[in-house]
C-alpha cells in the first residue's frame, strides 16, 4: 500500500523557512516522480512543485520559483521542500503526492506564516 | 500567468447526471494537456479519478467518466450518488508545469 507522510509544517514568520519532508513507503520511491500541492484555508488547489525520479529534473509554478527547492533523497525514500523567503500567502497544507501526475497524496501537513 | 476555469458551483438531484468541464485561458485543452480530475471531500486529501483526459483508475467508480468537449476536459458522473457531493478539480499539464482548476462544488439534492 502506497503510503506518503508530510512533516516539518508549523508556526514561521514573514521572511522565515521552513523544510518539509515526505517520508515514502509501500512503492518503489526511486523510479517515481514527485510533487508538492497546496492548499490554503477553505481555498483550492494549487499545484507547487514536481521533481523527476533521479532528482535531475525540477519545475515550479511562479508563485514560488526562486524560493522554494524541491529535493529527493532516494536512499532515504524521503522528499523535500525547502521553503525560504516566506510569506502570508504560503500559508496553507502541504501535501506530497506521487506519481507522473498526482496519483496517491498524504495528509498534508500544515504551514502558517504569520507574526 | 496560465489560468485554468472550472464552473465554480454545480447541482445534481440524485441519479441525474452532470458534465464539470476545464477551460484553459491559452485555448482549447487536447489529450497533450493530460487532463486529471480529483474528488476533495471535507478534511480529506484529494483522492484522484481521472487521468490523460479518459482514463480511470483501479478505484474509480464507473458512473465517472472523462472526455474532451468543445475545446474544454470534461467529467460526466452518471447516475449521481449522494456520496459523490464534493469539490472537483481539473489538472492540467503545460510542459512539465501543472496547474489546477479552481475546483467546482458539486451539491447533490
Known amino acids: 500500500e502506497v503510503q506518503l507522510v508530510e512533516s516539518g509544517g508549523g508556526l514561521v514568520q514573514p521572511g522565515g523557512s521552513l523544510r518539509l519532508s515526505c517520508e515514502a513507503s509501500?512503492?518503489?520511491?526511486?523510479?517515481?516522480?514527485m510533487h508538492w500541492v497546496r492548499q490554503a484555508p477553505g481555498k483550492g488547489l494549487v499545484w507547487v512543485s514536481r521533481?523527476?525520479?533521479?532528482?535531475?529534473?525540477?519545475t515550479y509554478a511562479d508563485s514560488v520559483k526562486g524560493r522554494f527547492t524541491i529535493s529527493r533523497d532516494n536512499t532515504k525514500n524521503t522528499l523535500y521542500l525547502q521553503m525560504n523567503s516566506l510569506r502570508a500567502e504560503d500559508t496553507a497544507v502541504y501535501y506530497c503526492?506521487?506519481?507522473?501526475?498526482?496519483?496517491?497524496w498524504g495528509q498534508g501537513t500544515l504551514v502558517t506564516v504569520s507574526s | 500567468q496560465t489560468v485554468v476555469t472550472q464552473e465554480p458551483s454545480l447541482t445534481v438531484s440524485p441519479g441525474g447526471t452532470v458534465t464539470l468541464t476545464c477551460a484553459s485561458s491559452?485555448?482549447?485543452?487536447?489529450?497533450?494537456?493530460?487532463p486529471n480530475w480529483f474528488q476533495q471531500k471535507p478534511g480529506q486529501a484529494p483522492r484522484a479519478l481521472i487521468y490523460?483526459?479518459?482514463n480511470k483508475h483501479s478505484w474509480t467508480p464507473a458512473r465517472f467518466s472523462g472526455s474532451l468537449l468543445g475545446g474544454k476536459a470534461a467529467l460526466t458522473l452518471s447516475g449521481v450518488q449522494p456520496e459523490d457531493e464534493a469539490d472537483y478539480y481539473c489538472?492540467?499539464?503545460?510542459?512539465?508545469?501543472?496547474?489546477f482548476g479552481g475546483g467546482t462544488k458539486l451539491t447533490v439534492l
Open positions: 503526492a506521487k506519481g507522473a501526475a498526482p496519483v496517491n
Open positions: 509501500g512503492f518503489t520511491f526511486s523510479i517515481s516522480w
Open positions: 521533481i523527476k525520479s533521479d532528482g535531475s529534473d525540477t
Open positions: 491559452t485555448g482549447a485543452v487536447a489529450s497533450n494537456y493530460y
Open positions: 490523460s483526459t479518459s
Open positions: 489538472l492540467l499539464s503545460y510542459g512539465g508545469a501543472w496547474v
